[in-house]
């Protein structure tokens, strides 16, 4: 059975093999968390950053609905609190950029949001609107699986909707935070999300939590390796993270996360030279900005449905 993270009674964040958790129910998604877990897979799961943003505006639920579509695993959105706590699908502080208005969210309340449209990534309006995390999650639901990366500060708030919803197992949030920290947050409550730690490998901070990882035996779920260079040390963590039974996600977004191994390079130049090599590392999660490119990749190498 896999390893994954549990909370002992002292509190700490410790590592033990534990039956995967069931999912909620027979969607789609409970085949995508059951892989999650599953270390003998060969299955490489798709994770689509702020959705379809290519051709709908970020974090909109037309962008979802694009890459569940698609066949993507896991959709990647970001979170913001309004002036009065309603969690929303905003990458930016403010509301500038992606949206017809201006200002900082954190001083905005929802409904003067709404009143806004959302632009495209080209900076053209439309008619969407920016949603709610419970409109996302709704929609999300037994089809997808949801990975909050901006949003650890918000969660308690996140948690709440969804076990509401019904769908707790399903969301994946992460961070960069002590693993003492993170055992002490997951004691508040019974039940919570999966959680994986980013490790900026070639950072001094990066390197010190995932030293902090290994000397606490603390085996999680994943861990996002970001890096801007490949270097021995990056190829043996990536090796470590594979063997002691955690999933390597990576970032093919752009060259700072990924050595240059990112979806412009693989769009211009070689699949195989770009995804194949992320592969060859042992991932198994990848983020990327080409969901369609990355999936027929991955189809026509049997990695996935």
Known sequence: MKKSLFLAASGLLLSSCATTPAP???GRAASIVAALHDPATDRVLVASHRGDWRNWPENSIPAIESVIAMGVDIMELDLKLTADSVLVLCHDKSIDRTTSGKGLVCEIDYDSIRRCVLRT???VKTAHRMPTLREALAVCKDRIVVNVDQGYEYYDLVLAL???LG???QVLIKGKHPVAAVAEKFAEHPRNMMYMPIVDILKPQGKA???EYRTTGTVPLAYEVCWDR???EVEACMREVVAQGSRLWVNSL???????LDDDTALTSSCEEVYGRLVGF???LIQTDRPELLLNYLRSRGLHD
Request: glycine share 14%.
């Open 121 to 123: 990534g080209h900076n």
């Open 282 to 284: 042992g991932a198994t």
């Open 230 to 232: 490949l270097t021995p």
């Open 167 to 169: 769908m707790t197992d």
């Open 254 to 260: 752009w060259p700072s996360l990924c050595g240059g």
């Open 209 to 211: 939590l995932f030293d």
């Open 162 to 164: 969804t076990e509401e």
């Open 24 to 26: 909620s129910s027979d």
